[in-house]
């Protein structure tokens, strides 16, 4: 009879695991602004909503967390960034941003400040292609690099400068994951990632697939404790690796009493 739970359990979680899977394919992505060189004193930019494409060949744009304002690029040059703002987002293709720009958009030469035109194209936001492929539980950073020298167009002699923003960016996954199933339900276990006697990541697995996912774990070592309650027995999973840009698998985990 106990081989026929067992049997019955493993197939349930299979049978569940792809539904809790997607319920749970989410990364962070963490925004960063930073700068190249230029020949200005202030280059402010009026930052009021950051977008971000989350359709891979659609539109399904959203909404950065940001605090809008004005931000001087020069501030951040020669590797100095600042964050703009940190999401989680489903995993899969990000395609575009886009940013949302005031009107209190100026350049600084000397002591003298100048107004930087938008064109009337790009004042419903700049739109620009990233192509980042986002895996879940898994976090990542990407910059938002603004060439302010090459951004900035000065109109003759009339004082005048423009703003025809050159911008790329560049992402880094900055941690992995751990990700399993814990059955049976009645054992309402919690799960742990241990590095040495540090704790690092927690988590309870869901009701009915048992799945889990622990996140933005540092790449090394770890051990996987099962803490199981109701008279179930604890089980611990040893020598799991984590490596930076992936999810480790511990596979379907089945308690006993």
């Not at 090394?220 to 604890?234: E, H, L, P």
């Amino acid at each position: 009879m106990k081989k026929v739970l067992i049997s019955f359990l493993l197939l349930a979680g299979a049978a569940f695991s792809i539904f809790s899977c997607n319920k749970n394919k989410q990364a962070k992505l963490t925004v960063y602004l930073t700068d190249d060189p230029a020949n200005y004193d202030e280059v402010n930019i009026d930052i009021q909503e950051v977008l971000i494409n989350v359709s891979n060949g659609g539109e399904n744009w959203k909404s950065l967390p940001i605090k809008a304002g004005v931000y001087n690029l020069l501030d951040f040059r020669n590797g100095l960034d600042t964050v703009l703002g940190t999401i989680e987002l489903p995993a899969g293709k990000v395609s575009q941003i886009r940013m949302v720009l005031g009107s209190n958009n100026t350049v600084k030469v000397g002591t003298n400040v100048y107004d930087l035109t938008t064109p009337s194209a790009q004042q419903s936001g700049l739109k620009f292609n990233i192509q980042v492929e986002l895996t879940e539980g898994i976090n990542y950073k990407l910059w938002i690099d603004f060439d302010a020298g090459r951004s900035i167009v000065k109109a003759g002699n009339s004082g005048k400068y423009i703003l025809k923003p050159v911008i790329k960016t560049f992402t880094e996954s900055t941690s992995g994951a751990i990700k399993g199933i814990v059955l049976p339900e009645a054992a309402e276990a919690w799960v742990y990632a241990i590095n040495g006697t540090d704790t690092v990541a927690s988590g309870k697995p869901e009701t009915v697939t048992g799945f889990f996912l622990l996140r933005g774990i540092v790449p090394g070592t770890y051990k996987v404790a099962i803490d199981a309650t109701n008279n179930y027995k604890d089980s611990t999973i040893n020598n799991v690796i984590v490596t930076l840009g992936n999810v480790t698998n511990t596979g379907t985990s089945i308690l006993v009493q």
